[in-house]
């Protein structure tokens, strides 16, 4: 906190601007090594939210690869992930607007390679591996069915797609509700993949498959690992054919090697390689050629490492994404750290960066670091707050006057705080305010034990927890009792709303694409997470009363705070209906509000314009609720 003016708490001038975010600004969403090449892909918000690919060959400077009007990106499950990989400087993508798996070489025009679907986007690709013989591209793919008057959920599929622009496109493992990681071994003889069914999750229970490849075909297809209450994920095949996978079979998501009688621990401990897969293509390990592995680590500490089969290296960096290896076996990872954003590093000593965010230029003290607190809820049973004070290097409030607190509640549920540089949250120090990155009973990094503490309890604990988290930074004298507001997206878009109705801690709240209704959304949502309420709540509809008592909708009587609803006019995840409905709900009660339909995006905002104009807005709704006066000059949102 600064020394200098005083200036009360929530209307500190501040250089971090809602603009500053996104003009000029792109990051890191994955990575590929290739020999010396580093490839990697950027999402671009002032550039309507698309993704790019970009290739930094042997040392040399990053090229855009990809056409300038391309997006890449896939629709399956909804979340994507795995859009694209690189074989022998081939890069293999899947195109936004039409979902259709194309490939292309530098300077060249890219070359389809799936037929066009029947209909607008109804096939969908992802996560796919070249096999070793370049003949074909060997992916997840996602069938769309659209027929007058009935709902179908989609078929999911592993499909081998000739590379040779020929379109053909042949299937070869079938059943399965879901389907991720398709890797074809060294030689081309075995196919590894994971799935699972309804009502599991993949972070729930999975299993893992392997099949010989015989003439284009998987044969004798026989599980090797996993089950209901196993999570296992990231196959990989080493140069000598040995399997790998990440297991949490021990309370913890751990490397293991198969092996028929008794799988053997690679890497192993307290702490979690595998996340969540809410995005496919994760790759959180690599095999060396010696056979050796690196693996990136989350601690219950919240801190992130590299961790070897001979040691744990500690970084500079508090925070790892993804990791790769290079034709030198150097591991090649996107990290990040309390005072930078997301940068490509390679090698663990003295890490050469490849790429890096575009400089923010603040200072320091804008950046201090948060701490992590264990905290006693409501029921007694322990959770987890990042805790961040007002930072500035030259302001601080009034003496007599504590700081207004924003309490986060992330997404998922099985999401988490982030142990790294967020300028969105630092919009928010840098004016004063103290926020609460609440790690909820149910978040991921601390166990599996931890995250199934929310089995049927959603809507119970995790608003217990967010409500606790409050009380006790209050209690601590750490933040204004009568000035904290809450905010969430998606899931923690629902503990916003769910908070706000049940409990009157929050003088306001912010939803973000929040979860109203649960019986809507039970019954209109899309296929990954259609069942995922049967663990989260009960199972529908014979668990229908349960629904009811925990859906915010079905106690609007109770709600009392002025709240800002944010909502994407397509987003397929939670429908605009339910933002509606609190809409409705607060226009009845004459309770101050705002809502903002934001045309064209989806479950979560891309575009530039529309990003800064939901921060602003939030940040306008705020002032006006608890009577202060913005430094800057930006857009009043009106409240009715």
């Known amino acids: 906190m600064g020394t200098g003016q005083e200036i009360p708490y929530g209307s500190w001038p501040s250089p971090i601007s809602a603009a500053s975010l996104v003009q000029g600004v792109s990051s890191v969403t994955g990575i590929v090594a290739e020999g010396q090449d580093i490839w990697w892909s950027e999402s671009r918000p002032d550039e309507s939210g698309r993704t790019a690919i970009v290739c930094a060959a042997n040392g040399g400077p990053p090229r855009e690869i990809t056409p300038p009007d391309s997006n890449v990106r896939t629709r399956v499950h909804e979340y994507g992930g795995g859009a694209w990989w690189v074989h022998q400087s081939v890069l293999f993508y899947v195109e936004f607007s039409d979902q259709r798996l194309r490939?292309?070489?530098?300077?060249?025009?890219?070359?389809?390679?799936?037929?066009?679907?029947?209909?607008?986007?109804?096939?969908?690709?992802?996560?796919?591996?070249?096999?070793?013989?370049?003949?074909?591209?060997?992916?997840?793919?996602?069938?769309?069915?659209?027929?007058?008057?009935?709902?179908?959920?989609?078929?999911?599929?592993?499909?081998?797609?000739?590379?040779?622009?020929?379109?053909?496109?042949?299937?070869?493992?079938?059943?399965?509700?879901?389907?991720a990681f398709p890797r074809p071994s060294p030689e081309g003889e075995?196919?590894?993949?994971?799935?699972?069914?309804?009502?599991?999750?993949?972070?729930?229970?999975?299993?893992?498959?392997?099949?010989?490849?015989?003439?284009?075909?998987?044969?004798?297809?026989?599980?090797?690992?996993g089950g209901e209450e196993e999570s296992v994920s990231q196959p990989e095949w080493s140069l000598e054919t040995q399997l790998y996978f990440l297991s949490d079979r021990s309370g913890w998501s751990n490397l293991y090697r198969f092996d028929a009688q008794d799988d053997e621990i690679i890497i192993g401990g307290e702490f979690d390689i595998g996340q969540p897969l809410w995005q496919l293509g994760q790759s959180r390990y690599v095999i060396l050629s010696d056979e050796s592995a690196v693996a990136a680590i989350t601690k219950p500490d919240g801190t992130s490492?590299?961790?070897?089969?001979?040691?744990?290296?500690?970084?500079?960096?508090?925070?790892?994404?993804?990791?790769?290896?290079?034709?030198?076996?150097?591991?090649?990872?996107?990290?990040?750290?309390?005072?930078?954003?997301?940068?490509?590093?390679?090698?663990v000593v003295d890490g050469q960066i490849i790429q890096s965010p575009k400089p923010h230029g603040l200072a320091e003290e804008y950046f201090a670091h948060?701490?992590?607190?264990?905290?006693?809820?409501?029921?007694?049973?322990?959770?987890?707050?990042?805790?961040?004070?007002?930072?500035?290097?030259?302001?601080?409030?009034?003496?007599?006057?504590?700081?207004?607190?924003?309490?986060?509640?992330?997404?998922?549920?099985?999401?988490?705080?982030?142990?790294?540089?967020?300028?969105?949250?630092?919009?928010?120090?840098?004016?004063?305010?103290?926020?609460?990155?609440?790690?909820?009973?149910?978040?991921?990094?601390?166990?599996?034990?931890?995250m199934e503490a929310l089995d049927g309890e959603w809507g119970i604990v995790d608003v217990a927890d967010c409500v606790a988290a409050a009380r006790y930074l209050t209690a601590q004298g750490e933040v204004d009792g009568e000035r904290i507001a809450i905010k969430g997206g998606s899931a923690g878009g629902f503990t916003v709303l769910a908070a706000l109705a049940f409990y009157q801690d929050f003088g306001a709240g912010a939803s973000r694409y929040g979860i109203a209704d649960l019986e809507i959304l039970a019954q209109d949502t899309h296929k990954f997470e259609s069942r995922y309420l049967d663990r989260l709540i009960g199972e529908y509809p014979s668990q229908r009363r349960i629904y009811q008592d925990r859906s915010p909708i079905n106690h609007t009587e109770k709600f009392t705070s002025p709240m800002i609803i944010l909502q994407g006019s397509e987003d397929a995840v939670v429908p605009p209906n339910q933002a509606e409905l609190v809409v409705t709900a607060l226009q009845e009660k004459n309770i101050r509000h705002s809502y903002l339909l934001f045309d064209g995006e989806g479950h979560g905002f891309r575009n530039a314009e529309n990003i800064v104009a939901a921060l602003e807005a939030e940040y306008s709704f705020f002032a006006q609720i608890f009577g202060f006066e913005p430094s800057e000059p930006i857009p009043r949102v009106v409240i009715e």
């Open 305 to 347: 490492s590299l961790a070897s089969t001979s040691n744990i290296s500690e970084l500079e960096w508090s925070s790892v994404h993804e990791l790769r290896a290079d034709g030198d076996d150097n591991p090649v990872f996107v990290a990040a750290s309390h005072k930078t954003g997301s940068s490509i590093v390679k090698g």
């Open 370 to 450: 948060p701490s992590l607190r264990k905290f006693s809820s409501l029921d007694g049973k322990d959770a987890y707050v990042r805790f961040y004070r007002p930072a500035h290097p030259s302001i601080s409030g009034p003496k007599v006057e504590k700081p207004p607190l924003l309490v986060l509640a992330h997404g998922g549920p099985t999401g988490s705080s982030r142990n790294e540089l967020s300028l969105a949250l630092r919009y928010w120090t840098s004016r004063g305010w103290a926020v609460a990155d609440v790690d909820y009973r149910g978040s991921t990094g601390y166990g599996r034990q931890y």
């Open 103 to 179: 490939k292309m070489t530098e300077g060249g025009d890219p070359i389809y390679l799936t037929p066009e679907p029947p209909t607008g986007q109804s096939w969908r690709f992802a996560d796919g591996r070249v096999t070793p013989d370049g003949l074909w591209y060997i992916c997840v793919r996602e069938v769309h069915h659209h027929l007058d008057e009935l709902t179908i959920e989609p078929d999911n599929q592993l499909v081998a797609i000739a590379t040779d622009g020929s379109l053909q496109v042949n299937e070869l493992v079938v059943g399965a509700d879901f389907y």
């Open 190 to 225: 075995f196919l590894a993949w994971v799935q699972w069914n309804h009502p599991s999750m993949p972070w729930w229970g999975t299993e893992l498959w392997i099949g010989d490849l015989q003439d284009g075909q998987v044969v004798q297809g026989r599980k090797i690992a």
